[in-house]
């Protein structure tokens, strides 16, 4: 019985598949980490090119749609930038750039204007109230990341979120 035993403690047949077996978990785990982060990075490049698709928009409208410096409550100034992020569309007829932004609620934006007479404020717009100060667009967004894998991070949640700016130039 010993010379059985010894004879199979040394007998490296097989070998190659048991490591085989204990390692292929692991690598399974890094290689659908690795395609989640890649598919991650791809959404958040999405959002901060909507964000800025949609600042340049809303900097583009007509300067009568920014009354006193301020976006229209429920404006269609408003509606239509949230709408520019959501689809590249400011009627919202072309779905939605990722998966999970379903709502254009998920985007908000402000306006903000220089007060008059402070630093690097020229005042260019001379028939805009506040001294002529350029309003400038703020846009930002924040969507719900979907995992390729999601059995791998239940429990957990990511966002992709971004924000962009622009002034408004009235085309």
Known sequence: MTHTFTKLAFDRRGSSAVEMALALPLLIFLITCAFDAGNYFLSEHVVQK?????????ARLPMSNYPS???PAA???EQQTQRVARSGDPTGAAGQRLAGWTADNMTTVTINCAVA???NNAGIYTDFPNGGAAPVITVSATVPYKPLFWYVYRGV???ASA??????IGA
């Open 50 to 58: 909507a964000t800025r698709d949609a600042a340049r928009y809303a």
């Open 157 to 159: 949640s990511f966002d």
């Open 75 to 77: 404006g269609t100034a």
């Open 163 to 168: 924000e962009s700016q622009a002034a408004v």
């Open 117 to 119: 007479g402070s630093f």
């Open 69 to 71: 410096c301020t976006v």
